[in-house]
């Protein structure tokens, strides 16, 4: 329902699906559909500029689809909320493929999911390449992860100490940083 919303009211500006683990469902077909959903809601031109997706059962599978996703040129996010979900290091890798050629996305919440000092070390990467392509990330959030510590590998766009909780934040944040 909210996903058919966005793809054709193209004026919806921010989406929260959080704390809604629609991404554990068992039902295959069901799943399918979802991440094929998903991936349309990124790739395709609509005004989403903020994805709430934070506690939604979301893990390594559901990352691949937002890593391909991204790399779309019609794709208008500034802001992508995964925090408190179950990615680990190979999402993170996925992700930072998509995220690579992105020019869009400027904030990132990766809080409290399963990242390791090794998916700390790819987020840092893909940082350095996005920089020297000229479109840097503005703020990567990596609170709670399984890292030692998030902003020895990343430099001082990665804030360990602060996650979103709400859309009200995402707001808050687009009017502070616009």
């Known amino acids: 329902m909210a996903t058919s919303l966005v793809m054709f009211n193209r004026t919806v500006l921010f989406l929260e699906i959080g ?3 629609i991404f554990t469902t068992t039902n295959d077909e ?4 979802l991440l094929h959903t998903l991936g349309k809601l990124i790739s ?3 005004a989403l500029l903020f994805l709430g997706l934070y506690s939604t059962g979301l893990g390594d599978e559901e990352c691949c689809v937002i890593g391909k996703a991204l790399t779309s040129v019609q794709c208008s996010l500034w802001f992508l909320g995964l925090s408190q979900n179950g990615i680990t290091d190979i999402g993170v890798t996925e992700l930072c493929r998509g995220l ?3 020019t869009t996305v400027k904030y990132l919440d ?4 399963q990242i390791t000092n090794e998916g700390v070390e790819v987020i840092s990467k893909c940082l350095q390449s996005r ?3 000229g479109k840097p990330l503005q703020r990567v959030w990596m609170k709670d992860n399984q890292a030692a510590d998030p902003r020895r590998y990343t430099g001082c766009m990665v804030d360990a100490s602060f996650a979103y909780t709400n859309i009200s934040d995402y707001i808050k944040t687009y009017l502070e940083f616009e």
């Open 100 to 102: 690579e050629q992105n």
């Open 131 to 133: 920089d020297q392509q």
């Open 19 to 21: 704390r809604n683990p």
């Open 30 to 33: 069901a799943r399918r559909n």
């Open 110 to 113: 990766l809080s409290d999911n």
């Open 44 to 46: 395709e031109p609509t």
